[in-house]
């Protein structure tokens, strides 16, 4: 069964910088892209902040967040990064990381869920 953990939220002071990690666990065959959205308490709505390919290439930053995060993978640690720097209060809010996993060989693609970690940026 294929598990998504994110890591690294916490407390920030506005103009702070924080590292969030998701790592994929379990029985499969290749994680293709991966993704970080976040949903602000409340909201029904979650907003990607984020992806990138399996090739490495990243896209879909909003506006909101272009050029203050970025995105990485290690491929060897089945893992996916978030770097946010320049933090805003507007930032405060729960991130969820997504994984696009083939469970094996010709097998279709599934998307799978992290619980999220909270992130609250204080004034």
């Known amino acids: 069964q294929v598990q998504v953990v994110e890591s690294g939220g916490g407390v920030v002071q506005s103009g702070g910088s924080l590292r969030l990690s998701c790592e994929v666990s379990?029985?499969?065959?290749?994680?293709?892209?991966m993704s970080w959205y976040r949903q602000i308490p409340g909201n029904e709505e979650r907003e990607v902040v984020g992806s990138i390919t399996s090739r490495g290439r990243t896209f879909n930053y909003p506006t909101s967040v272009k050029d203050r995060f970025a995105v990485s993978r290690d491929d060897a640690k089945k893992s996916v990064y978030l770097q946010m720097d320049s933090l805003k209060p507007e930032d405060t809010a729960i991130y969820y990381c997504?994984?696009?996993?083939?469970?094996?060989?010709?097998?279709?693609?599934?998307?799978?869920w992290g619980r999220g970690t909270q992130v609250t940026v204080s004034p």
């Open positions: 379990g029985r499969f065959f290749k994680i293709w892209g």
């Open positions: 997504s994984a696009d996993v083939q469970e094996y060989d010709g097998g279709q693609v599934a998307g799978h």
